[in-house]
């Protein structure tokens, strides 16, 4: 799970395309522009920063500037009319800068921006006039896409069932250049389900364990065991939200690296605020 960087190369400020197939690319990944995706038929698992969730039809996910990001499809069965689509778009940088937005007409705008550096998840059953101006956006002209984007960012602010992905210490301490924080993180992202101990990561990143655990606090503001017991959770939580067929709390316990289950229960209320059992009654 190596952290690629992806030159997009857009000839225009905003690229729209229609994705279909078996499964989506499986690349960890990053790139400056902006890039919101909505899913249109299709399961799996999307990684984002340090978050880790499911994706599913009518989902519409707003990826910021340089978020790690890979969406892992549930793999198809080998038929026709088995595939995975989405509208993708990305968005230059520089292309909608509000800076000064704040109370004006395009307020909504730079508060979706700020908000999508995190990441954003929208979640909602209101979600037909987005697929409209994208089916739309993928056969206008230029300008035409650029009125339409701005509809789009105000049908997005609109939307109340919006959920931040990574969190807030990635990305106040988080870079996506500094190689050794990235091979620790690729490390943990790959092997978060098996037993991790300090001891392999510190030799791994060529520091004692003493260095290696203020070093991982000043880059995430989180200790090591932290880090991945967040991690695990939200694994977790994708494995709770699965509904065919619905999984057991024991069985999202070990899954996603537990080896012991009331352990799960404790470390899960901390992250969460609520115990397993009440989560998987939730429906985000």
Not at 222 to 228: E, G
């Amino acid at each position: 799970m190596k952290l690629h960087f992806l030159q997009k190369n857009l000839d225009s400020d905003i690229k729209v395309s229609k994705n279909k197939e078996k499964e989506f690319l499986k690349l960890w990944h990053y790139h400056p522009e902006t890039e919101i995706v909505y899913i249109v038929k299709g399961t799996g698992t999307l990684y984002a920063g340090d978050y880790i969730g499911s994706f599913k039809e009518n989902d519409i996910f707003y990826i910021g500037s340089n978020v790690p990001h890979m969406f892992d499809s549930t793999r198809q069965e080998e038929q026709d009319d088995n595939y995975s689509l989405a509208y993708v778009i990305h968005i230059k940088e520089d292309t909608l800068q509000f800076n000064k937005a704040s109370g004006n007409t395009f307020s909504y705008i730079k508060k979706l921006q700020d908000t999508g550096k995190r990441g954003i998840l929208f979640r909602s059953q209101a979600t037909y006039p987005i697929m409209q101006i994208l089916d739309k956006m993928n056969t206008n002209t230029i300008h035409e896409n650029g009125i339409a984007l701005l509809n789009l960012f105000y049908q997005l602010h609109n939307i109340e069932d919006k959920f931040i992905l990574s969190s807030k210490h990635w990305l106040l301490n988080y870079e996506v250049k500094d190689v050794r924080l990235n091979k620790v993180i690729q490390h943990i992202m790959e092997n978060f389900q098996k037993p991790i101990a300090l001891e392999e990561i510190a030799h791994m990143s060529g520091m004692n364990k003493s260095a290696f655990c203020r070093y991982f606090k000043n880059k995430t503001d989180k200790s090591f065991v932290a880090f991945l017991n967040e991690l695990r959770i939200n694994y977790a939580c994708k494995v709770l939200n699965e509904s065919e067929p619905q999984k057991s709390i024991s069985e999202a316990c070990y899954r996603s690296g537990f080896n012991s289950l009331s352990y799960f229960n404790r470390t899960f209320k901390k992250v969460k605020g609520i115990a397993p059992s009440q989560y998987r009654r939730i429906t985000i």
